[in-house]
Structure formats: structure tokens, C-alpha cells
């Protein structure tokens, strides 16, 4: 029903940045990011609701990322700034597209996700 398509993943190096973008096919109340490493389970990353009303950020990226979004556009945005090697990961686009009680870092929150984009940073 929605589907979002992530872009602008890459090879950066430490302390270097990134902006990730994430196009929607709808509107969607709340948008997410996440990350899963390899032989790590999925973490939440930033996510924003509608009109950027709300904006939340998990602890290991608050004051590097900056997650935004273009209600016009149906767009989210993650900008991502002194990455380091743990960073690394494939990030994935949340979306979901009306209220809910169901805690925003969880990823049962979400109905709809994106294909992944791979972000490597080297040392």
C-alpha cells in the first residue's frame, strides 16, 4: 500500500557524513529510521512525526544525526555527520500511517519499510 524507497547510502570516512533520503508513495504520520549491523539485531535511529511536530533520537546518534521530512514531498530525511566505524549498517526507511500506542523506537510501530541502504564507514 506504501511503499519507500531509500537512497543515498555509501563508503564514507570516519568523521565524514552522509544524507540519507527516503521517499514515500503517501503521506505517513510517523516516519522512522532504523539500522541493523551484521550479527546485530535492529535498533532504533531517529524518527519524526507528522508536520515534524515530534522528533526523537536513539542515544548513540543524538548531536551527530539530524532526522527531518518534507510533508509535500512525502519525503524523510537522516543526516548523518562525524560517522564513525560503528555506524556502519544497513539503514532502513519506517513508515506508519496513523496514531498508535505502540512505543516509537519498537518496530512493531511500523507497518512499512523500505528495501535497506547500505552505509559503511571506514577507519
Known sequence: QVQLVESGGGLVQAGGSLRLSCAASGRSYRMAW???APGKEREFVAAILWSGSSIY????????YT???DDAKNTVYLQMNSLKPEDTA????AARVSPTTVRI??????????QG???TVSS
Not at 57 to 62: L, N, T
Not at 90 to 93: I, Q, R
Open 105 to 114: 523506537e519498537r518496530g512493531t510501530a511500523y507497518g512499512y519499510w523500505g
Open 34 to 36: 532504523f539500522r541493523q
Open 90 to 93: 544497513v539503514y532502513y526507511c
Open 57 to 64: 533520537y536513539a542515544d548513540s546518534v543524538r548531536g551527530r
Open 67 to 69: 532526522i527531518s521530512r
Open 117 to 119: 541502504t547500505q552505509v
